[in-house]
């Protein structure tokens, strides 16, 4: 939980965990809303309400109004109305958020001085402002058979209704309203501004609910757009500043082609391999009926088509096809031997049927520990893996079914082959026929030479698992991929001390400068709002990535290099995160935390830190949320003189509050909308500082009243056995009493229409004037204070170096142990990962060696298969490392894959050397010789279709492209490098192990006894 207070407002952001129903916490949440009400101020301007949105992440969709003839008051208040009222029905909005203006209101600028003359308080304009609009029922008047509700013209509707409100009698004349202000039809808060390509705008910023489809959310939404359009005014025009979903849908049609290329890839390499268009029919009918089932799978278990579930199927297509192509090959092979086409494929199907079991089940074991991880991560993987999964089982029942059925109806039988007739494709198929012999061989002469050197070929086995070991601690780890989304977000944080208006200016410059960069297409942005009053949120869309000369990195770059002469403040952009979470907006992709039980001490320890990493070069735009440094004027009240001047601290604030709060004197009530009447000096008296010197109070209405109240809250029940109703109703009476006696019931104190002159007292008089800082905004975690720094990443540079410089840096300064440091949102998620990732490799082996102990009825070979997978790792690590690739979430998923991939082929050879030893009583040399010959070329075909399929991923530049690429770099850099050694070191590998095994069974017994003739007589006696 954690929040951050304002003035005027606070925020708390409560994440869940993921295996709590979203819609279940929002009853609780507003359970806990309602309980709460009781110790809330009763002057609140409406309840406390909740949204269901991860307000940590980016808006899925910005839309911006424009007029060139209404304010944009006139325009916020259509955006209410209208956009508001039709877009918050739609299913998939969580939040809708309004800002860059406020709702129209009749704006009371008051001149104090003429106040001052005359004798009248501001708390009697206040008084003036309410009881001239009211709106309460009047009752009725029977007139014979009819009746007559009765109606006043007691509403306000505008500033002219109000400009000659009589406010007191001075000399028999009155006073009227406009004679002491200037009475205008304005905006209730000025203080808000919007932008769009620099033109003024209203936004209507849209935040997801949790668990939309954030494309069919905004497809809803454009749905709406004629509507919208009809409803509003003619000169009022609707712009599209940013729309998640064109992106989004662009990386989901950029990930079905490479889809549909994998899916080529895989069945060319066959065609090269079988060099049979007939026999490649088969297995380029396996996958897509294999990819086709497990849509409706995915249809049944309510998944989403997303990027992850589609990379999941373009990975898939590289090794659904392997068990088919094993049928195929050892069917084609005993075809080629002379058998008959039904006994071939009775025989070949039935050779090689347990080593497709042995495959697919092993394969699925490896996501055993996803499908249990909890968590986000959990969460995030649990689609692919099941999608996964169940692909490799739908294309292993094909694969022993629909196979060997096509398989007699379609190959050609030795008959055909010997009767057809020379062509080109014969010709070429003799020519790569000859070139696949000549590779055979040439592994069979080297093969036979590792099996005579089998120490130094064992030894490559410990220097991959050292060079695995070393690899993995010191390759640059992430969460996740950057990501080029078009767009990103920047946050414009000015000194604390910067005034509105120059605010604005600011904001105008750094808008220029951003529209200048040629890469970009709009920005949208506002000031005020939710925010501090010295920040401003930017959206910043770019052209399509098909038309960029640069990439988003150096995009980002420039944008950051225009602002960097900005002077009193600092632009700060970054791009959005793929996985936001932590509850908290902030100016950064990266959080860091302090926490701490005395607010000095943090508020000592976050600028040392926030100083020290400002000085490494890995980390880039290093900011703090702590808002301290506002300047302020304290105005100290001397409690004697007002007291003998009959005037309360009460009194003193509420003038104040009236002067200088914007404060809401009355509301005005339309058909479709409320809007206020405020109040306030005018405006060149609030550039004045010292106008408090000339500030003078009245004393009307000055004595405290509600003694009976304030005697009612100081007595105590002498009966201890309430019940609980009870208690919480005197909870709720007395704290309405409170907020009553503190000026909570907002009613004024001042009179309507005075009719003499009050006595005035200047305010210098009861109270001094201190300039101080004071807070502009004020955090908390949990129900501590905290202080988060934010921060982004240089080029190069990866969390995991954040992670290192942050703790040394924390170690170097001695930040005391009362002050709690731990890293939040996105930087959370990656500790998360990084802790989980060694425990998630371990598992899935522990998994596989499992099932294939059980399988082969083994301890020793499932060994011999598991070691091939350090050369696997290896080479995936050393391949993202060589191309600038982070380890990251999708490099784990990539990593976890090979395990399940390359270990078929040590299954191919294990399986049938152990065939070959039981069934044949051949020795295991000759047996596991025969099998790398054997299975040399389905081997070599299944690890280059593997190969083919993720070679997609790796060469694309779509959409999505640097989400989908390490996945194809991990896979392809283990296929490759572990092919290499696989076939020479599972070998030898087997024949070491298999001498151990033989060695455990002939010891193994005679220990057994020995152990129990020690054992029993121990027992008997």
Request: hydrophobic share 45%.
């Amino acid at each position: 939980m954690t929040s951050q207070s304002v003035t005027g407002q606070v925020s708390i952001a409560l994440q869940f965990d993921t295996s709590r129903d979203i819609n279940s916490a929002a009853r609780d949440v507003q359970a806990a809303i309602v309980a709460a009400r009781a110790d809330l101020p009763a002057t609140l301007r409406q309840n406390p309400t909740y949204v269901e949105a991860n307000t940590a992440g980016m808006p899925v969709m910005v839309l911006a109004l424009t007029s060139d003839t209404r304010t944009p008051a006139q325009v916020y208040d259509v955006a209410t109305n209208v956009l508001e009222q039709h877009l918050s029905q739609i299913s998939g909005v969580g939040q809708l958020m309004l800002g860059g203006a406020a709702l129209p209101a009749v704006r009371v600028e008051l001149n104090p001085l003429a106040l001052f003359k005359y004798g009248i308080g501001f708390e009697d304009i206040r008084a003036a402002l309410s009881s001239a609009n009211a709106n309460t029922p009047k009752g009725f008047l029977n007139r014979g058979r009819q009746r007559l509700i009765l109606q006043t013209n007691d509403q306000v509707h505008g500033a002219q209704d109000l400009k000659g409100l009589i406010v007191a009698y001075r000399n028999m004349r009155p006073v009227r309203l406009e004679d002491v202000a200037q009475v205008t039809d304005g905006v209730e808060n000025v203080e808000n501004g919007g932008f769009f390509n620099r033109k003024p705008a209203v936004l209507a910023i849209v935040f997801p609910r949790a668990g939309a489809n954030v494309v069919q959310t905004i497809n809803q939404i454009r749905a709406q757009f004629p509507t919208l359009k009809a409803a509003l005014p003619a000169d009022v025009e609707l712009h599209v500043g940013m729309d998640r979903s064109a992106t989004i849908q662009a990386a989901l049609t950029d990930t079905k082609s490479t889809l549909v290329l994998s899916v080529l890839l895989v069945v060319g390499v066959v065609l090269v391999f079988l060099r049979s268009p007939r026999t490649t029919i088969v297995p380029a009918l396996v996958i897509p009926a294999s990819l086709v089932t497990t849509f409706g799978v995915m249809k049944l278990m309510n998944y989403s088509l997303d990027s992850l579930s589609l990379m999941a199927l373009t990975i898939a297509t590289g090794f659904v096809v392997d068990d088919a192509i094993v049928v195929i090959e050892n069917i084609s092979r005993h075809m080629e031997q002379g058998a008959s086409r039904a006994d071939a494929v009775l025989q070949g199907a039935q050779e090689v049927a347990f080593t497709v079991l042995s495959v697919s089940i092993s394969l699925v074991a490896v996501f055993l520990p996803i499908l249990m991880l909890g968590g986000l991560m959990g969460s995030l993987l649990h689609e692919f893996a099941v999608t996964i999964s169940v692909t490799v089982l739908v294309s292993m029942v094909l694969s022993l079914t629909l196979t060997p059925m096509m398989c007699a109806r379609i190959l050609p039988s030795g008959e055909a082959r010997a009767d057809r007739k020379p062509n080109f494709w014969s010709r070429l198929s003799v020519r790569m026929e000859r070139g696949f012999a000549y590779v055979e061989n040439a592994y069979g002469r080297s093969l036979a030479t590792a099996l005579r050197h089998r120490r130094l070929v064992l030894l490559s086995l410990p220097v991959t698992i050292g060079m695995m070991g070393v690899l993995f601690v010191f390759m640059p780890k992430g969460l996740f991929p950057t990501e080029d989304t078009g767009m990103m977000m920047a946050h414009l944080v000015a000194d604390q001390a910067t005034s509105f208006d120059e605010m604005l200016a600011k904001v105008d410059q750094v808008e220029k400068n951003i529209l200048e960069n040629g890469q970009v297409s709009g920005v949208t942005g506002f000031v005020g709002g939710r925010n501090s009053s010295n920040q401003a949120n930017i959206f910043i869309d770019l052209i399509d990535k098909a038309q960029r000369r640069t990439t988003i990195s150096q995009t980002l770059a420039d944008l950051t290099h225009r602002t960097h002469d900005l002077v009193g403040g600092q632009f700060i952009a970054m791009l959005p995160s793929l996985l936001p979470s932590g509850g908290r907006q902030a100016n950064g992709a990266y959080q860091y935390t302090l926490q701490s039980d005395d607010a000095a001490t943090l508020y000592h320890w976050i600028p040392r830190l926030q100083a020290a990493l400002q000085k490494h070069a890995e980390l880039r735009d290093v900011s703090s949320d702590v808002q301290q440094g506002g300047l302020s004027t304290n105005v100290m009240i001397n409690r004697d003189v007002s007291g003998r001047t009959n005037l309360t601290p009460q009194l003193i604030s509420n003038t104040i509050y009236d002067a200088f709060g914007q404060r809401a004197a009355s509301v005005i009530y339309n058909p479709l909308n409320q809007y206020r009447v405020v109040m306030n000096v005018l405006p060149k008296y609030w550039d004045n500082a010292d106008i408090l010197q000339q500030v003078w109070v009245s004393t009307s209405g000055g004595t405290a009243s509600g003694s009976t109240q304030s005697n009612t809250i100081k007595v105590t029940s002498a009966s201890t056995t309430s019940t609980t109703a009870s208690s919480l109703s005197s909870q709720s009476f007395a704290n309405q009493i409170q907020n009553s006696l503190a000026g909570g019931s907002g009613a004024s104190s001042g009179s309507a229409v005075s009719s003499t002159a009050e006595t005035m007292v200047p305010l210098s008089v009861v109270s001094s004037m201190q300039s101080a800082t004071m807070p502009l905004s004020v955090n908390h975690q949990g129900q501590s204070l905290a202080a988060t720094l934010s921060f982004n990443l240089a080029s190069g540079a990866s969390m995991s170096d954040a992670t290192r410089i942050i703790n040394e840096e924390i170690a170097r300064l001695q930040v005391p142990t009362s002050v709690h440091g731990h890293f939040a949102g996105t930087a959370a998620q990656f500790q998360s990962s990084a802790s989980n990732e060694p425990l998630l490799i371990v598992a899935a082996l522990g998994a596989v060696y499992l099932v294939l102990g059980i399988l082969y009825e083994s301890y020793v070979h499932p060994l011999t298969i598991l070691s091939t997978l350090p050369s696997a790792g290896v080479g995936a690590l050393l391949a993202l490392y060589l191309l600038g690739q982070e380890f990251d979430l999708i490099a784990l998923i990539g990593l976890i894959l090979l395990i399940g991939i390359v270990k078929k082929n040590a299954i191919m050879l294990v399986d049938f050397a152990i065939t070959e030893e039981r069934n044949h009583n051949r020795p295991a040399r000759d047996a596991i010789h025969t099998a790398c010959l054997l299975r040399f070329r389905p081997i070599m075909m299944t690890t280059i279709a593997a190969a083919m399929g993720a070679l997609p991923l790796v060469v694309g530049n779509g959409y999505g492209a640097e989400l989908r690429r390490p996945l194809g770099i991990a896979i392809m850099g283990g296929l490759l490098f572990s092919q290499i050694l696989t076939l020479y070191t599972t070998p030898v590998v087997y024949l070491y192990l298999d001498r151990l095994g033989q060695w455990g069974r002939r010891r193994l017994p005679a220990i057994f006894h020995a152990i129990a003739r020690v054992v029993r007589p121990a027992r008997s006696s």
